[in-house]
């Protein structure tokens, strides 16, 4: 059983950064393809980034294109979001989600294991 833990969440103003964390357990985390979601308030889950199980392989929702980057260190069985340029619109849960695939695959139903989420909020 993969378990995940995110981490990093606060609240920032409008501009700011912040660096999301997201540590496995449990499970082979090196082969496991990694997303990152966001849902806000009265709205459905979104992809946001997702990384492929070596690295190379980036995918980026078109709304945080150029501010956020995604990566991940295998060796510590983690992965990262960088958010730079926050805006209000950011402001969401960001959860940490893994896959059985090699894709970095931006639809939800294919990922198999969940955080519980951090906040982010981000203020004007």
């Known amino acids: 059983q993969v378990q995940l833990v995110e981490s990093g969440g606060g609240s920032v103003q409008a501009g700011g950064s912040l660096r999301l964390s997201c540590a496995a357990s449990?499970?082979?985390?090196?082969?496991?393809?990694m997303g990152w979601f966001r849902q806000a308030p009265g709205k459905e889950r979104e992809f946001v980034a997702a990384?492929?199980?070596?690295?190379?392989?980036?995918n980026y929702a078109d709304s945080v294109k150029g501010r956020f980057t995604i990566s991940r260190d295998n060796a510590k069985n983690t992965v990262y979001l960088q958010m730079n340029n926050l805006k209000p619109e950011d402001t969401a849960v960001y959860y940490c989600?893994?896959?059985?695939?090699?894709?970095?695959?931006?639809?939800?139903?294919?990922?198999?294991?969940w955080g519980q989420g951090t906040q982010v909020t981000v203020s004007s």
């Open positions: 449990g499970g082979s985390f090196s082969t496991n393809t």
């Open positions: 989600a893994g896959r059985w695939g090699t894709a970095a695959a931006a639809t939800i139903n294919v990922y198999n294991f």
């Open positions: 990384v492929s199980w070596n690295g190379p392989s980036t």
